[in-house]
């Protein structure tokens, strides 16, 4: 084997910078890894982009999902046919696969800091993001934290190496965890104390019966509006959440009792053993019984 053989294989990385009529731009493109594209987060390209001139660029079935953020200016943002109005501190997050399109203001021209991006666990997340927020777009008041992640992701793909990998990887999930667990909604204050109080409610009498319509009832509040919400700011929906205490307390009682399963399936709220069985196995992946033997 040659000296030259020996030598590892460097990825692909084109570090550019662009100025033209239309625009100023700097963006780093990347090829990951094979490690890389099987198992972590990986940036496809990453970069900033100040228009000089409005004008428009549409792209669809890309394999990809696209961040980013208006750092100053506004243009014209459209996803799926769905039309946006975007400013400074506004952000999107989209699935590429899906056709989209934006366009600089010729008056007020914008200025842009995005990550196109790929993953083996990317669809959950964007699936999970949608569930909470089904338009793409959202304002921040927590913009630094997105410029920061994306400029300490520029100055790692430049090292392009595994270990810089696995970091821009973790940036990454930051960045996607930033979009999911912003907390902008519900708008006032008196709505989070109310959503508060209901969780607080549901932690309490998790063991009794508990519906939608009695817990409307119980906060004097619009049963649609209070499960819109909670799902909103909570990430899941009440039913989920009931499902989930339940199931926790049903695990301490099965590891630090001797209480018989039928019995603890009633101390959790569901008299009904067979359903509890069927909820507990599709939870933990095996049975009641089965878990208290392993843990």
Known sequence: MS?????????????????????KSHRVLNTPSEFARGNLFYVQEVGYLKSLKSHTSRREHLSSYLFFTVLSGSGQFTYCGRQHTLHANDCIFIDCNRPYSHCSSESDPWELMWVHFNGSQASCYYSFYESILPHAVF????????????QTVIQLQKINDLRSEFLISKLLTDLLTLCIT?????SSQESTEKLEQVRDYLDIHFAEKISLDSLAEEFYISKFYLSREFKKYYGVTIGDYLRTRRVTHAKELLRFTDKPIDEIAGLCGIPDSNYFSKMFRKSEGYSASEYRKKW
């Open 139 to 150: 304002h921040t008041e927590l913009q630094s934290d997105f410029i920061t992640t994306l």
């Open 3 to 23: 000296t030259d053989d020996k030598k590892p294989v460097r990825k692909t990385m084109f570090d550019s910078y662009a100025t033209s009529e239309i625009i």
């Open 182 to 186: 912003r907390n902008d909604s519900p």
